[in-house]
């Protein structure tokens, strides 16, 4: 039975620039060799209300594959800004970390990522337009969350990705936290956005009763 375990995953150049590209340095173990080779993606997800606006920004094949430990950085370009809805560019979206193998994945790692403007007077007075040379991106890489899948390895009897204890995910060493399911996913980032919404309409509260 084939087994793969995530060791450590680390968010580099972060915060950065929304243009700058998507770095991941990832460590894993196989602790058999593998027939054929780990398909890992890079998701972005553009929007809440709907899967149509997530980008696939890279995706990468790794393998050969023998028993032991492996490393590697991976890279994507950031995504189209063109592909995103006006309203959901500014604030709380998910970058998502995928691998499969044999075309089925069995884990996927989800960060939420906080795009604001870093100059304090466009975080108060946003232009209209997205201005995308002056937005940054920040990913909350301390607080994963991981969906499992159950796959078929080849072997007699199916398997699911186990993590051992020892798996970290930030710029930091860091411990890995708890499960995300596939169903929560767009949930968590409604709620986020709800959250945000009924802060902002708050602070206009506020502010009308001060004038």
């Not at 793969?4 to 580099?12: A, L, Q, R």
């Not at 430990?69 to 995103?84: L, N, S, Y």
């Not at 169903?183 to 602070?203: F, G, I, L, P, V």
């Amino acid at each position: 039975m084939a087994q793969v375990n995530i060791m450590n995953v680390v968010v580099k150049d972060n915060p950065c620039l929304f243009k700058h590209p998507f770095q991941f340095e990832i460590t894993f173990e196989c602790s058999e060799d593998l027939a054929e080779d780990l398909e890992w993606k890079i998701i972005y997800v553009g929007s809440a209300e709907s899967e149509e606006y997530d980008q696939t920004l890279d995706t990468v094949v790794v393998g050969p594959l023998i028993a032991g430990r492996h490393m590697f950085v991976f890279e994507a370009a950031p995504p189209d800004p063109q592909k995103i809805p006006r309203e959901d560019v500014i604030g709380v979206t998910v970058v998502l970390l995928t691998c499969s193998y044999r075309r089925q994945e069995f884990i996927r790692v989800g960060y939420y990522v906080n795009n604001e403007y870093a100059d304090q007077e466009l975080k108060e007075n946003p232009p209209p337009d997205p201005d995308f040379d002056k937005l940054q991106r920040n990913i909350l890489a301390t607080c994963p969350r991981v969906t499992r899948f159950k796959i078929d390895w080849g072997d007699s009897d199916v398997c699911t990705f186990k993590c051992n204890n020892g798996f970290e995910s930030s710029n930091k060493p860091g411990i890995f936290e708890g499960v995300w399911p596939e169903e929560e996913k767009r949930k968590q980032q409604e709620e986020e956005k709800k959250r945000r919404r009924e802060t902002e309409a708050s602070n206009d509260s506020v502010q009308m009763m001060v004038e």
